[in-house]
């Protein structure tokens, strides 16, 4: 009973860090490859 709701109310914010996480490095990445070839 207690490990359910507490899974429940961690289980979104880490959902949100995860995509934050996987937006910012497909960020980085298309700047890096953009600025990359943007210097040739």
Do not use: K
């Amino acid at each position: 009973m207690i490990e359910q709701p507490h899974f429940d109310a961690y289980s979104i914010p880490a959902r949100i860090c995860f995509t934050v996480a996987l937006l910012g490095c497909a960020v980085l990445i298309a700047v890096l490859v953009t600025s990359v070839y943007f210097l040739e």
